[in-house]
């Protein structure tokens, strides 16, 4: 990922983070870390090449799904977790992502990071911490909010 990144550290920074909540939240639920942290990682890849107005969150996904898909084959990832990986990034954020447990811890670090990036901005920790209750899908995201934000 960072190599892909190349010097946009503000992207690596975020995905990291993505990743670094997803594994606490990951544990809580009991979910498979391998294929959640590849997912976290991986899950918005495309963003790099894919920001003009016409590119829509379809094209993102299948750019993702794509990078994504050639970075974990010259990792030499099995076949089977090259497979789910590429399944979640493309249910991630659909109505579908709720029958997969790695979708919904990834959805709670993602939302958890965007609460950060909110906070610093506001100011407003009143409003932040009311927006952690509805916001997150699962308990063991609620829990690591709870840890970091209060």
Request: net charge negative.
């Given at each position: 990922?960072k190599r892909y990144y190349k010097n946009d550290f503000r992207k690596i920074g975020r995905v990291s983070r993505v990743a670094s909540?997803?594994?606490?939240?990951?544990?809580?639920?009991?979910?498979?870390?391998?294929?959640?942290?590849?997912?976290?990682?991986?899950?918005?890849?495309?963003?790099?090449?894919?920001?003009?107005?016409?590119?829509?969150?379809?094209?993102?996904?299948?750019?993702?799904i794509d990078i994504a898909s050639e970075i974990l084959e010259k990792l030499g990832a099995k076949e089977q977790i090259k497979d789910?990986?590429?399944?979640?990034?493309?249910?991630?954020?659909?109505?579908?992502?709720?029958?997969?447990?790695?979708?919904?811890?990834?959805?709670?670090?993602?939302?958890?990071?965007?609460?950060?990036?909110?906070?610093?901005?506001?100011?407003?920790?009143?409003?932040?911490?009311?927006?952690?209750?509805?916001?997150?899908?699962?308990?063991?995201?609620?829990?690591?909010?709870?840890?970091?934000?209060?």
């Open positions: 990922m909540y997803a594994e606490a939240i990951g544990k809580k639920e009991k979910v498979n870390m391998g294929l959640l942290l590849c997912t976290a990682y991986l899950h918005n890849i495309g963003t790099g090449e894919l920001r003009s107005p016409s590119g829509s969150d379809q094209d993102l996904k299948a750019r993702s789910e990986v590429c399944r979640q990034i493309e249910i991630f954020g659909t109505d579908d992502a709720g029958s997969c447990p790695e979708c919904l811890v990834l959805s709670d670090a993602v939302q958890l990071v965007s609460l950060e990036e909110q906070r610093k901005k506001q100011n407003a920790d009143d409003q932040f911490c009311g927006q952690l209750e509805s916001k997150l899908l699962t308990t063991g995201g609620r829990l690591t909010a709870q840890e970091l934000f209060t």
